[in-house]
């Protein structure tokens, strides 16, 4: 064949054979002729010499059906997305079936996939652009592989008048209409997900995949809550490289809400925080169909923070219709200088969000999040790419994802994916992987052996890293403030031990006691999460006014989600067992000759610090509430009720010098008569009478209040 020619396979697929038209294919900088079609009815594709102007080789190919196909069973279209004019691929463009809402979003290289039913043979697939003009085709004319030319729109500020308060007046307007251009009902949309992690542009460490169901309750208010399920997912950890796993990555499955930045009410779109963000209105899109504002923004209050971006505004209906994000981080760095006290370090982050439109309303269409930062184990720069994209959109009949099956935010995901399976996405829409990611195995075992080394297992075994850090996330940790009623029968009192029976008449080791008091702790407590609903918990309570008292569980907990949209708010009840031992001091006596002997035990001091105590073990029940504030913590607050099985009162007695950890104690019951001495005058009217039964009690309930937080 001559340089000046390029052979074209055409296949059955693209063409109606019975059709005599002619196929136009063109290449990015010169038109090729007209090519007539092979017209043989059994034909399955044909071999066609193309001379070119000149040498080149590229050719793109748009193609649609000159008559419209029938299909009786569900079908895979897919294609490629380029600029019309320049030829360079359109990555993430989106591709919606609107009326079924159902789409995909193109990957890097402008290559797509949908899967769809034999019902939306007749429907209209449309495909949009940022910045380029929109392109609806009806599904019956396009083949099962296309490629889709979209032409560029104009970029102009000509119909713009330029005010220093225009941005502002864009940007409230576009604030106040998220009610009418947003879901306010709940909205369920299910999509696909995708976490890669590489050296360089060609050469990926792992990447990890999942089918996400996405609810969010609405848009209206100010403090929306999303939920998210992982539905399937699917990981590979390339051979030979498996401890890259020394970064983990955590939250990536909630980017589609976290990073749906009308959804999440970022700072930068809220009229309340204008003043602090400089904003500049670029210019606008137009095209054939809309007009779109193009409005950049910096922090005002951070300006080496070095977070800017741009915000995309739909002309006509202010809706927010994209977003570019950008954080600068650390550049060059020699190995010398990278320090040694830290894991992980950041350097630049990149994020660009879309928007579809279904029914008057947007949704999110896609996220592509991009990053880099340098593992100070192995002294690497990691390049960290998640990319999402909205497959289906529903909004009747929803409900919340439940409980159980909700994805935490402390979840890994590259940790509970599945390994790879090649058929593993076959019932579902999928993010096409890149050229590179497609042709990682080929570039490392050749291309003979790339398949076998794509579905061999690794890293099927966790790294003791991995079992570690399971356990750990497995722990919540808790800690607050607890108040214990307690009762003490009040009075004047004289007291002392195996001496001559005091003076009642003379009270110098008296004192007057309130009838009741009450006790504040501290409270610690720790969680193992068994399941999402069942724990174990152990708590430590130990006193800081109004009595000395240690209290500790161990036991069981139940939790049910109350909410089932919404901020978590959740019923904790819990049973196990529960041990208390308090003391309230009543005073100190005076020891003739420095020592006593009390019940055995020798005890030398010149005073010694008289309690009032009770101890008691039992079954605990615990009935609690706690709401999920952040990420990674919540406020709770619960009643504890302490069903006594063992209980005794006691008197004690206890040294008041040397070191207070080596100072001797002895406990007397109530009822000893003989060495017990206890009188009371309630009345503090010089009435005393004997008492030979406690006097203090602790209430067997108390409430708590506090925080928890895991890892």
């Known amino acids: 064949m001559a340089d000046t020619t390029i052979r074209i396979t055409v296949h059955a697929t693209m063409i109606n ?62 294609g490629r997305i380029v600029d019309a004019e320049t030829g360079e691929t359109a990555p993430y463009a989106t591709i919606r079936v609107e009326k079924m809402g159902l789409g995909t979003v193109s990957n890097v290289d402008g290559n797509w996939t949908l899967k769809l039913s034999a019902a939306a043979a007749n429907e209209s ?17 396009l083949p099962d592989y296309s490629v889709i030319r979209l032409k560029p729109s104009n970029y102009e500020l000509k119909e713009i008048v330029v005010t220093p308060d225009k941005q502002f007046e864009v940007l409230r307007k576009a604030w106040n209409a998220i009610p009418t251009n947003y879901p306010v009902e709940p909205t369920l949309t299910q999509g696909f997900y995708r976490e890669t992690q590489r050296v360089n542009d060609s050469m990926f460490l792992y990447f990890n995949e999942a089918v996400l169901n996405v609810y969010k309750n609405t848009y209206r208010n100010n403090h929306n809550f999303g939920q998210i399920e992982v539905e399937k997912s699917r990981k590979n950890v390339f051979p030979g490289i498996d401890s890259i796993n020394d970064v983990r990555f955590y939250g990536g499955p909630h980017f589609p809400n976290d990073l749906d930045i009308v959804f999440s009410r ?25 007009n779109t504002y193009t409005i950049s923004f910096k922090n005002k209050l951070k300006p080496f923070s070095n977070f800017q971006g741009r915000i995309y505004i739909d002309a006509d209906t202010y809706a927010y219709i994209g977003f570019e994000l950008k954080r600068f981080g650390v550049g060059s760095i020699s190995s010398e200088d990278i320090p040694t006290n830290v894991s992980y370090i950041s350097g630049t982050t990149t994020i660009k969000i879309g928007y579809t439109e279904k029914d008057d309303r947007f949704f999110l269409s896609h996220i592509n999040y991009k990053t880099n930062g340098i593992n100070t184990a192995s002294k690497t720069r990691i390049y960290k790419d998640i990319e999402y994209i909205t497959t289906a959109i529903r909004t009747d009949s929803v409900t919340a994802i439940p409980f159980d099956r909700q994805f935490d935010y402390t979840d890994i995901l590259s940790i509970e994916a599945d390994n790879y399976d090649q058929t593993y996405w076959k019932d579902y829409n999928v993010l096409q992987e890149s050229q590179f990611q497609t042709n990682q195995t080929q570039l490392l075992y050749g291309k003979e052996k790339a398949i076998e080394q794509l579905t061999k297992v690794y890293n099927t075994e966790l790294t003791e890293q991995e079992k570690t850090l399971l356990f750990l996330k497995r722990f919540t940790f808790e800690g607050g403030i607890s108040y214990h009623p307690l009762n003490f ?17 003379n009270p110098q080791a008296g004192k007057i006691l309130k009838s009741s008091l009450f006790g504040i702790s501290t409270t610690d407590g720790l969680r193992f999460e068994l399941t999402k609903q069942l724990s174990l918990f152990g708590t430590l309570s130990t006193a800081l006014y109004g009595m000395d008292q240690i209290q500790s569980a161990l036991g069981l907990n139940y939790r049910l989600c109350l909410l089932p949209s919404g901020r978590w708010f959740f019923l904790d009840l819990g049973l196990g067992a529960g041990l208390s031992i308090s003391k309230m001091p009543l005073g100190e006596i005076d020891i003739s000759g420095g020592s006593l002997r009390v019940n055995g035990k020798t005890l030398k001091s010149d005073k010694l610090q008289v309690n009032a105590g009770q101890n008691g073990f039992g079954i605990k029940g615990v009935i609690g509430l706690a709401v999920r504030m952040g990420k990674q913590y919540e406020l709770f607050a619960d009643w504890n009720y302490l069903l006594p099985l063992i209980k005794s009162n006691y008197v004690q007695f206890k040294e008041t010098e040397g070191f207070f950890l080596s100072r001797k104690q002895a406990k007397v019951d109530w009822d000893d008569t003989d060495d017990l ?31 928890r937080s895991g890892f």
């Not at 697939?125 to 004319?141: A, D, E």
């Open 266 to 290: 970022w700072d930068f779109i809220k009229p309340s925080e204008f003043r602090n963000w400089k904003y500049e209105l670029e210019g606008m899109y137009m095209d054939s169909l809309s």
């Open 17 to 78: 054979p019975s059709s005599a038209d002619t196929l136009l294919l063109t290449k990015t900088d010169t038109l090729l002729p007209e090519i007539a079609r092979p017209s043989a009815d059994t034909l399955q594709q044909a071999e066609i010499d193309v001379p070119l102007v000149e040498k080149t080789n590229k050719v793109l190919i748009t193609n649609l059906l000159p008559t419209p196909v029938i299909r009786k069973e569900s079908f895979i279209l897919s």
């Open 125 to 141: 697939i449309t495909f949009k652009y940022l910045g380029y003009i929109n392109q609806t085709i009806n599904i019956s004319r």
């Open 489 to 505: 029968t009040g009075g004047e009192y004289l007291i002392g031990y195996a001496a001559d029976p005091l003076d009642p008449l």
């Open 677 to 707: 001495y206890f009188w009371v005058d309630e009345n503090n009217q010089s009435n005393y009478t004997r008492v030979t039964s406690s006097r203090f009690d602790v209430e067997p309930y108390y409430f708590r209040i506090g925080i």
